[in-house]
């Protein structure tokens, strides 16, 4: 089974806009973290937002919330007033607990479009 | 306080021959990872490390591939004998303990 699902291959959103990327997680671990990743066609991976399976509050980073239903393993990405400068690959991954080692695990991606 | 560095950024090798990825991580991070990302695909774990150490290795190739840390100088990456399917980008990932992992800017392999 897959551990990282992000459904959405590609999505388009207006400049300006709000625009949630989906991401579901599996895993029977009690602690564990979930992280969002930005990939601009330059091809760098730049951190984005980190969520802890006990944080009660939903993480942000300026324009970047994670929607976080735990009982739903769901992570949502979903950013804020969208500029041009958005436009790349976002991938979620997550890192269970230490007996499986500190490895991250990523979904396949969804590509990002701002329209002008 | 610099980032991750990765050299060299695009690495072309022929069949056969061997590639060397390096990996110097951010300052005061021990802990080392090192990833494969295929065209049009995710990342895939390979190995983790830590000084002198390898904690975690079960996403290596069992031929061909190994991975350093040593005391002193960068993480190592080597590719043995490489094959057109070796073609790839390979990010290095560092972080202080096991928490957030930054990333390198990714060394891009060819195999002619």
């Known amino acids: 089974a897959q551990k990282i699902t992000q459904t959405q291959p590609g999505m388009f959103v207006q400049e300006k806009e709000a625009v949630t990327l989906d991401c579901t997680y599996d895993?029977?671990?009690?602690?564990?973290?979930l992280f969002w990743y930005k990939q601009p066609s330059s091809g760098e991976m730049i951190f984005l937002i980190y969520?802890?399976?006990?944080?009660?509050q939903n993480a942000t980073e300026g324009r970047y919330s994670l929607n976080f239903q735990k009982a739903r393993k769901s992570a949502n990405l979903v950013i804020s007033a969208s500029q041009l400068g958005d436009s790349a690959m976002y991938f979620c991954?997550?890192?269970?607990?230490?007996?499986?080692?500190?490895?991250?695990?990523f979904g396949a991606g969804t590509i990002l479009r701002v329209k002008s | 306080n610099a980032g991750v560095m990765q050299n060299p950024r695009h690495l072309v090798r022929r069949r056969g021959q061997e590639a060397r990825l390096r990996c110097s991580p951010m300052?005061?991070?021990?802990?080392v990872y090192w990833y494969r990302q295929l065209p049009e695909e995710g990342l895939k774990f390979m190995v983790y490390?830590?000084?002198?150490?390898?904690?975690?290795e079960s996403g290596m190739p069992k031929e061909r591939f190994s991975a350093e840390f040593p005391k002193e100088g960068p993480s190592i990456l080597r590719i043995q004998q490489v094959v057109r399917g070796d073609s790839a980008a390979y990010f290095c990932?560092?972080?202080?303990?096991?928490?957030?992992?930054?990333f390198g800017p990714g060394t891009r392999l060819t195999v002619l």
């Open positions: 990932a560092s972080s202080p303990r096991s928490d957030t992992q930054y």
């Open positions: 895993t029977s671990d009690q602690s564990y973290g």
């Open positions: 969520q802890g399976s006990y944080d009660e």
């Open positions: 991954a997550m890192r269970e607990g230490p007996e499986y080692g500190n490895k991250l695990v």
């Open positions: 300052k005061g991070h021990s802990h």
């Open positions: 490390l830590q000084k002198e150490n390898i904690i975690d």
